[in-house]
């Protein structure tokens, strides 16, 4: 009779002592603090699988004084960037956001031959391609994962998918507080208390206008078009188009044409040049796009070979980044992201099918609905809506512009026929 013996892993383990690394943590808000209590949190599993120990060295802020949602010794706390600077570290970790004092702190680190890890988008989106170079002249290692996603591999994603060739289209739903503010709408909710619920849950600044205006996503847009196509993100062209000033108005055009709408970002490679679009879109319901509620994300990636790579998760809020953070400085040493070949960039002409929707007096209604083909109104006779086949994005400012010029009040959104967005991903 043969017997079977059950083997534990850890004795043929031999003991060790876990590698140290020295971090230097640049700002403890929500990000910040979230990523504190995941060290202390984690400690033990860090040590036990990836053989790490992850010591603060320093922490800086802007007010010493203030209570922190975080386990930390006061004694680390600094105001002052030049000290801050001057502290050992292996790995600094910038989660200030913003272009400065963020961008003098990942400049000297990585002129230092630190590695850096950040989550900032607008700095990457700005100053990539200089960062990057940094990096390499002085064989430091810059670590991004965590500015696009949150919580979703995006950007890994990405790496994995340029192992089959350049994809063609990559899609999705980039900015969670967006998302999170649609899906309250579509419940009921007020833009004030949609706003409320989303500071609330750690999902909103205090201004969420660059969430709203789409600014957020086309920060991260341009950094998935890097990864994607080797285009510098400081020269990706996005097109883009804002919810505000009233979102709700898109959820009414949605729903009179049975769709769901939401904020759609996408890079794509049109004869050999990359276009780039952030943008209200209202896409079929029932597909994944609108089945992608609150502050979830989710990444779509075509490779024209086989189904679209597909990631989504929590894409708002401080633990989700600070998770991607953690899993960056887990992977500074001896990590080298992969690049596309180069592209270049354009203005996204694209035609599609765009739904418009025209608001004002009934008179004035009366002379503009045959002019403009809209072919429904509401029971006050105050709006009226259609929807325009086969136009450019130029085509339709053009004409959102004149009948602005008439007294009217007019949007447009996109518009996805049946099965666009319906894929099944692999």
């Given at each position: 009779?043969?017997?079977?013996a059950?083997?534990?892993?850890?004795a043929y383990?031999a003991p060790?002592?876990?590698?140290?690394?020295?971090v230097a943590?640049?700002?403890?808000?929500?990000?910040?603090?979230?990523?504190?209590r995941?060290?202390v949190?984690?400690r033990e599993?860090l040590?036990?699988?990836h053989?790490?120990?992850?010591?603060?060295?320093?922490?800086?802020?802007?007010d010493?004084?203030r209570?922190r949602a975080a386990?930390l010794d006061r004694?680390?706390?600094?105001?002052?960037?030049?000290?801050?600077?001057?502290?050992d570290?292996?790995?600094?970790?910038?989660?200030i956001?913003?272009?400065?004092?963020?961008?003098?702190?990942?400049r000297v680190?990585l002129a230092?031959?630190r590695?850096?890890?950040?989550?900032?988008?607008?700095?990457?989106?700005?100053?990539?391609?200089?960062?990057?170079?940094?990096?390499?002249?002085h064989r430091?290692?810059l670590?991004y994962d965590?500015?696009?996603?949150g919580g979703v591999p995006i950007?890994?994603l990405?790496?994995?998918?340029?192992?089959?060739?350049t994809?063609?289209v990559?899609r999705?739903i980039?900015n969670g507080?967006s998302n999170?503010v649609?899906?309250?709408?579509?419940r009921?909710?007020?833009?004030d208390?949609?706003?409320?619920?989303a500071?609330?849950?750690?999902?909103a600044?205090?201004d969420?206008?660059?969430?709203?205006?789409?600014?957020?996503?086309?920060?991260k847009?341009a950094l998935?078009?890097?990864?994607?196509f080797?285009?510098?993100p400081e020269?990706v062209?996005?097109?883009?188009?804002?919810l505000?000033?009233d979102?709700?108005r898109?959820?009414?055009?949605?729903g009179?044409l049975?769709?769901?709408?939401?904020?759609?970002a996408?890079?794509?490679?049109v004869?050999?040049?990359?276009?780039?679009s952030?943008?209200p879109v209202?896409?079929e319901?029932g597909s994944?796009?609108?089945?992608?509620?609150?502050?979830?994300?989710?990444?779509?990636?075509h490779?024209?070979?086989?189904a679209p790579l597909c990631?989504s998760?929590?894409g708002?809020?401080g633990?989700?980044?600070a998770?991607?953070?953690?899993s960056?400085?887990?992977?500074?040493?001896?990590?080298?992201?992969?690049?596309?070949?180069?592209?270049?960039a354009?203005?996204?002409?694209?035609s599609?099918?765009?739904a418009?929707e025209?608001r004002?007096?009934?008179a004035l209604?009366?002379r503009l609905?045959?002019?403009s083909?809209?072919?429904?109104?509401d029971?006050?006779?105050s709006?009226a809506?259609?929807i325009?086949?086969?136009?450019?994005p130029?085509?339709?400012?053009?004409l959102?512009?004149l009948?602005?010029?008439l007294g009217?009040d007019p949007?447009?959104?996109?518009?996805?026929?049946?099965g666009?967005?319906d894929?099944e991903?692999s």
């Amino acid at each position: 009779m043969t017997s079977v013996a059950r083997i534990d892993p850890e004795a043929y383990r031999a003991p060790r002592r876990p590698a140290t690394v020295r971090v230097a943590l640049a700002g403890c808000g929500a990000v910040g603090s979230a990523l504190l209590r995941e060290l202390v949190a984690r400690r033990e599993t860090l040590a036990r699988r990836h053989d790490v120990e992850v010591v603060v060295t320093r922490i800086l802020v802007r007010d010493a004084d203030r209570d922190r949602a975080a386990p930390l010794d006061r004694a680390l706390l600094t105001t002052d960037v030049d000290e801050f600077l001057a502290t050992d570290a292996d790995v600094v970790v910038e989660a200030i956001g913003g272009l400065d004092p963020a961008g003098r702190i990942a400049r000297v680190a990585l002129a230092r031959g630190r590695d850096v890890v950040t989550a900032n988008k607008e700095l990457l989106a700005s100053h990539g391609t200089e960062l990057t170079g940094l990096a390499a002249r002085h064989r430091a290692s810059l670590r991004y994962d965590a500015a696009v996603g949150g919580g979703v591999p995006i950007l890994r994603l990405l790496d994995d998918a340029l192992g089959a060739g350049t994809p063609s289209v990559v899609r999705g739903i980039l900015n969670g507080t967006s998302n999170y503010v649609l899906s309250r709408l579509e419940r009921g909710d007020t833009l004030d208390a949609a706003l409320s619920a989303a500071r609330t849950a750690g999902f909103a600044e205090a201004d969420a206008t660059r969430d709203l205006d789409g600014r957020d996503a086309a920060a991260k847009l341009a950094l998935v078009a890097w990864a994607t196509f080797g285009i510098a993100p400081e020269r990706v062209v996005v097109r883009r188009q804002s919810l505000l000033p009233d979102p709700a108005r898109y959820l009414r055009l949605a729903g009179r044409l049975e769709r769901t709408v939401r904020q759609v970002a996408e890079c794509a490679l049109v004869d050999g040049a990359v276009v780039a679009s952030v943008e209200p879109v209202l896409v079929e319901r029932g597909s994944a796009l609108a089945g992608t509620s609150r502050e979830q994300n989710r990444v779509e990636v075509h490779t024209g070979w086989s189904a679209p790579l597909c990631a989504s998760g929590p894409g708002a809020g401080g633990v989700p980044t600070a998770t991607a953070l953690l899993s960056d400085i887990l992977s500074t040493a001896g990590q080298v992201r992969r690049t596309a070949s180069a592209c270049d960039a354009a203005v996204d002409h694209r035609s599609a099918s765009w739904a418009l929707e025209i608001r004002g007096v009934p008179a004035l209604l009366h002379r503009l609905v045959p002019a403009s083909g809209c072919v429904h109104t509401d029971a006050t006779a105050s709006c009226a809506w259609t929807i325009v086949e086969g136009a450019a994005p130029a085509e339709i400012d053009r004409l959102l512009v004149l009948f602005e010029s008439l007294g009217a009040d007019p949007i447009a959104a996109r518009f996805e026929a049946i099965g666009t967005t319906d894929a099944e991903c692999s």
